[in-house]
């Protein structure tokens, strides 16, 4: 289902697990320059998008994949409820040769913009080789890594372990 507009009552859920594409070849506007045309990532194409374009509303890129998260974190924020669990899986990645910290990028938005407090990060290493497609020269580290961020609904600063005073 489309994580941007999930079919739940406000205030509803205990907890969302976030998945989406997380490559910006994912959300190309054109069906054959999609991520996987070429059989290199065909089983992820199938997984995410079922090999059709998605729609990104005109972003473009990395900014897609952002808007992506930003949209599914404002409606996990709608469904969950006020104690809920939002678990957001991502990897960081290169795109137009700049690198993107992804995982940084989400948390500050999940935090600043929907008032989620960051309860905990964990690094899933993968056992082989990540691919790389269309590489002559190789600038930045590969991503053999994911993330699972785990953000609570309840801000409480009395939540917290410690304190300034």
């Not at 469904?79 to 910290?101: F, H, M, P, R, Y």
């Not at 953000?151 to 300034?164: A, R």
Request: charged share 25%.
């Amino acid at each position: 289902m489309d994580s941007r507009k999930l079919p739940y009552e406000d205030n509803s859920l205990d907890v969302v697990v976030l998945d989406p594409p997380y490559a910006e070849g994912f959300f190309r506007r054109n069906k054959e320059m999609l991520a996987g045309g070429d059989g290199s990532h065909e089983q992820f194409r199938e997984n995410y998008s079922n090999g059709e374009v998605l729609d990104t509303n005109g972003s473009k890129y990395h900014q897609a994949v952002l808007d992506v998260y930003y949209k599914a974190g404002m409606e996990a924020h709608r469904v969950l409820k006020d104690d809920g669990t939002l678990i957001a899986k991502t990897q960081d990645e290169v795109s137009a040769n700049t690198q993107e910290l992804t995982h940084i990028q989400i948390t500050n938005f999940y935090e600043g913009e929907l008032d989620m407090y960051t309860k905990d990060l964990f690094i899933t290493v993968r056992s082989n080789t990540p691919a790389v497609s269309g590489m002559n020269k190789q600038v930045h580290a590969r991503k053999n890594h994911s993330y699972f961020l785990i953000y609570e609904m309840d801000s409480d600063p009395t939540n917290v372990l410690y304190t300034d005073d």
